[in-house]
């Protein structure tokens, strides 16, 4: 059985960082794609950073690019999230998946992903 617990959440001031992190048990990195995905209150949940099975990073928000940095620790079974330059709209809740189809990893960096951890909460101040 797969499991994902995510780790690193917090709360900062505006030009701090995190680091977020994802552990995975059971999991033997099939699918397309591993990523990170936020939700803000009120708003849908959207992609962040994808990486695929093969290590390759495929994807970041624009919103984040330049940001945040997505690194997959394999021999660790671990997924990382490297959030830099934090800012208020960065306020979510994190999800790391897993299994995530060719078509969300790689076109509508959708959210059909078969395994998700519970969330970590990040908020950011002003």
């Known amino acids: 059985q797969v499991q994902l617990v995510e780790s690193g959440g917090g709360s900062v001031q505006a030009g701090e960082s995190l680091r977020l992190s994802c552990a995975a048990s059971?999991?033997?990195?099939?699918?397309?794609?591993v990523g990170w995905f936020r939700q803000a209150p009120g708003k849908e949940r959207e992609a962040v950073a994808f990486?695929?099975?093969?290590?390759?990073?495929?994807y970041y928000a624009d919103s984040v690019k330049g940001r945040f940095t997505i690194i997959q620790h394999r021999a660790e079974n671990t997924l990382s999230l490297r959030m830099d330059g934090l800012k208020p709209e960065d306020t979510a809740m994190y999800y790391c998946?897993?299994?995530?189809?060719?078509?969300?990893?790689?076109?509508?960096?959708?959210?059909?992903?078969?395994?998700w951890g519970q969330g970590t909460q990040v908020t950011v101040s002003s």
């Open positions: 059971g999991y033997t990195y099939t699918g397309s794609c």
């Open positions: 998946a897993a299994e995530g189809t060719f078509d969300s990893c790689y076109v509508s960096r959708g959210t059909d992903f078969r395994y």
């Open positions: 990486i695929s099975s093969g290590g390759a990073t495929i």
